[in-house]
């Protein structure tokens, strides 16, 4: 299965988690109490997360807290970036046709 | 000096806004978005060249055109009009099809909100892009937003831009 950051967002229950880590960095068990379904469908998600690299994981004391990786993120956003490139040059060419009409 | 675009994408309800401010009165605004003569001008991003088959701007009527590349390589796509609030709004949805607007099933419906507004330097438009269910959001983030970043700008408009 591909593992990248738009795998990471294909799923609802994914882009809830990374809505909820961009908040704050949260263990599995915390993540998993904002959730109806089971802690090892959450869990899976987040492996999933971890395999795509949009979260990372840090040992605090006994704990393993998730975190969003800010930078595999901004993979989104340069996709944007051509999204918004192509709206740029789409609307400069109205912006031509707006002049002779 | 060029307007700015503005795109705010709010992933969790599947939504891309677009706003765009024009130094054109409203009801020429309007006319570029719902006449095929003036689409064809500029909907499709250079080297694309939209052209248009058949045009109905109606509630229920459609539009159908084709995406021609530089290689003439097509790309045909169909916008069904669902509501018209003339030089206020109107509602759309936009399909790849067949050259004679036989919905290709595999591609994702999306939605289109496109609201014209007046304002002190011309005009404003604010269109709003949307996809009909999780599913639909999934292909396209799997087949287009994946493919389009790789892929470059023309094939990522033949996969979006319906």
């Known amino acids: 299965m591909r593992r990248d950051i738009f795998q990471a967002i294909a799923d609802p229950t994914r882009r809830a988690i990374l809505t909820l880590l961009a908040i704050h960095a949260m263990t599995p068990n915390a993540l998993a109490e ?8 959450v869990s899976k998600h987040i492996q999933i997360l971890a395999e795509c690299e949009a979260v990372s994981q840090k040992q605090n004391g006994r704990e393993i807290y998730y975190h969003v990786n800010a930078n595999k993120m901004k993979e989104v956003d340069k996709w944007l970036d051509t999204f918004r490139k192509i709206w740029e040059d789409r609307f ?9 009409l | 000096m060029t307007n700015k675009t503005e795109i705010l994408k709010d992933i969790s ?10 130094n054109a009165p409203v009801e020429k605004v309007w006319r570029a978005w719902t006449e095929a003569e003036q689409l064809d ?5 250079r080297p694309w060249r939209a052209i248009t088959k058949t045009m109905d701007f109606t509630e229920g009527g459609m539009w159908l055109y084709c995406m021609a590349g530089p290689n003439d390589e097509k790309a045909w796509c169909r916008v069904d009009f669902k509501a018209i ?15 004679e607007g036989a919905i290709d099933t595999s591609f994702p419906t999306m939605n289109w909100d496109n609201h014209f507004l007046p304002t002190d330097t ?14 639909d959001l999934e292909k396209i983030i799997q087949m287009g937003f994946k493919e389009g970043f790789s892929m470059g700008l023309e094939n990522l408009d033949e996969l979006l831009e319906a």
């Open chain 1, 92 to 100: 400069e060419q109205l912006d031509d046709v707006l002049k002779d």
């Open chain 1, 34 to 41: 904002h959730f109806n379904t089971s802690r090892q469908a």
């Open chain 2, 122 to 135: 011309g005009s404003k438009v604010e269109i709003t892009l949307s996809f009909d269910n999780e599913a």
């Open chain 2, 85 to 99: 609030a003339p030089v206020k709004s109107f509602v759309a949805d936009a399909n790849f099809c067949d050259e």
């Open chain 2, 13 to 22: 309800s599947r939504k891309l806004n677009i706003t765009r401010a024009f």
């Open chain 2, 41 to 45: 001008k500029w909907w499709a991003p």
